[in-house]
């Protein structure tokens, strides 16, 4: 599939910005459909006076690190760092333990 540079409104300042292919991409391989209703210098203002809302390049994303489950040594994935001495269990034990306490 093609993407060929566009050139757009911006929704707030009503200047003309590109929605260049490479964004284009970029905005498809996240999902997007729509295209950008603002240039990139209001993004960046929107974003920074309030985070998320209107929302296409924002999308919170947990970071996940490696880790061994110790109850059953499954390799599992869990969104805190896990700490030295401190036993992590994978999502089947860990939901295990906590129901039989
Ligand atoms: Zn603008
Ligand atoms: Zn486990």
Do not use: H
């Not at 950008?36 to 210098?41: A, I, L, T, W, Y």
């Not at 700490?83 to 992590?88: H, K, S, T």
């Amino acid at each position: 599939m093609g993407f060929e540079e566009r050139t757009l409104q911006c929704l707030e300042c009503g200047v003309d910005f590109v929605f260049s292919a490479e964004e284009q991409e970029l905005f498809a391989s996240r999902g997007y459909t729509n295209d950008p209703k603002r240039c990139p210098s209001c993004r960046q203002a929107r974003k920074a006076q309030r985070y998320g809302n209107d929302g296409y390049d924002y999308r919170p994303r947990r970071q996940m690190f490696q880790a061994v489950c110790a109850q059953c040594g499954k390799d599992c994935e869990v969104p805190f760092q896990p700490r030295e001495g401190r036993p992590v269990y994978c999502s089947d034990c860990y939901n295990a333990i906590r129901t039989n306490r």
